[in-house]
C-alpha cells in the first residue's frame, strides 16, 4: 500500500459473497448472499492530552481525531440503545436508534442490529487500565444484543418466469394454509377427525353406561321388593298352614263325634239325622 495514502480511520472493509444454483426448468435462478463487513475501532483521540498525554492535533489531523471521537460516541449510544430495546416487553412502542448520527454507524446498521452475526474481538492490557475498563464496558453492553440472522434468498431470472413461480409459490402457500398438500397436515386432520369421532362415540356409550346402570340400580330395587314380598308371603303361608291344621283337627273331632252320634241313636232305634257342622 502507498504510504502517501494512508487508510481512513474507522473505514470498514466489506465483502460481499454470492452463491447462485442452477437454473430450473422455468430458468429461475436462486440466489443466497452474504456480506461481511470488518473494521478497526481505534482508540479514542485525546486531543488535549491527559494523565497519558494526548495527541496535541492540529489542523487536519485535529478534525480527524475530532470526526473518530463523535463516531465512537455515537457507536457507544447505538450500542447502549440496543442493549436496552432487548428488555423492553412486547407491544411497547420500539425506541429510536441512532444510526444516521454517524456515517461509522450507518454503514453497520445491519452489522449492529439487522439481519447479522457479530463478533467483537477486545484487546487488553494492564499498562492501561482505564482504556482497558472502558472497552470491558463497551463489550458488555455489546453481549446483550441479540440478533436473529436468516438467509438472504433472492430469485433471478425472466419476469414472466417470476411471475408465474411467485404465483406457484402463493397456490403452494395457499394450500398449505388450507392443509390440502403437505402429507402432515392432512395426517394431522384425519387424526383430529379420529378424535373427534372416538370423542362422540365415547360419549355415547358414556350416555348408555349411565343408563344401564340407572336400569340395574331400579331391577335391583324391584327384586328387593319381590324378595321382602315374597318373605311376607312365606310367613303368612306359615300362620294359613297352622290354621288349616287346626280346622282338620276340628273337622275329625266332629265326625267323630257324629259317628258316636250315630251310633247311639241306632242302638235306640231312633231315626238318624245326618248333622253338618259348619266352622266358618
Known amino acids: 500500500m502507498n504510504s502517501s ?12 459473497v454470492e ?3 442452477e437454473p430450473t426448468s422455468g430458468g429461475v435462478t436462486r440466489v443466497m448472499r452474504s456480506r461481511l463487513n470488518l473494521i478497526d475501532l481505534a482508540g479514542s483521540e485525546r486531543v488535549k492530552g491527559g494523565a497519558i498525554g494526548g495527541a496535541q492535533a492540529q489542523g487536519e489531523h485535529f478534525k480527524e481525531a475530532v470526526s473518530i471521537n463523535k463516531a465512537l460516541t455515537t457507536l457507544g449510544r447505538v450500542i447502549t440503545q440496543l ?3 432487548q428488555h423492553i416487553k412486547k407491544g411497547s412502542a420500539p425506541q ?36 482497558t475498563a472502558s472497552t470491558l464496558k463497551f463489550v458488555q453492553r455489546a453481549k446483550c444484543i441479540r440478533n436473529r440472522a436468516t438467509i438472504n434468498l433472492d430469485y433471478r431470472g425472466n419476469v414472466q418466469l417470476l411471475q ?3 404465483a406457484r409459490l402463493n397456490g403452494e402457500l395457499e394450500a398449505l394454509r388450507k392443509g390440502f398438500t403437505d402429507p402432515a397436515i392432512q395426517e394431522a386432520n384425519q387424526l383430529k377427525e379420529s378424535l373427534l369421532e372416538k370423542e362422540k362415540l365415547h360419549s355415547e356409550l358414556l350416555l348408555k353406561f349411565n343408563s344401564m ?7 335391583k330395587r324391584e327384586r328387593q321388593r319381590l324378595e321382602d314380598k315374597l318373605a311376607s308371603s312365606q310367613s303368612h303361608g306359615g300362620i294359613m298352614e297352622v290354621l288349616t291344621r287346626r280346622l282338620v283337627m276340628k273337622v275329625e273331632i266332629a265326625e267323630a263325634a257324629n259317628e258316636a252320634a250315630k251310633s247311639t241313636w241306632q242302638q ?4 238318624y239325622f245326618n248333622l253338618t257342622f259348619s266352622f266358618f
Do not use: M, W
Not at 495514502?5 to 460481499?16: I, N, V
Not at 235306640?268 to 231315626?271: A, E, G, S, V
Open 213 to 219: 346402570a340407572a336400569e340395574g340400580t331400579r331391577l
Open 83 to 85: 442493549s436496552e430495546s
Open 268 to 271: 235306640l232305634h231312633i231315626p
Open 164 to 166: 408465474k413461480e411467485i
Open 19 to 21: 452463491r447462485s444454483s
Open 5 to 16: 495514502f494512508p487508510p481512513l480511520p474507522l473505514s470498514p472493509y466489506t465483502c460481499t
Open 96 to 131: 429510536h436508534v441512532p444510526y444516521r448520527d454517524s456515517k461509522l454507524t450507518f454503514l453497520l446498521q445491519d452489522s449492529l442490529g439487522g439481519n447479522a452475526k457479530t463478533t467483537i474481538v477486545a484487546n487488553v492490557s494492564p499498562a492501561c487500565p482505564e482504556e
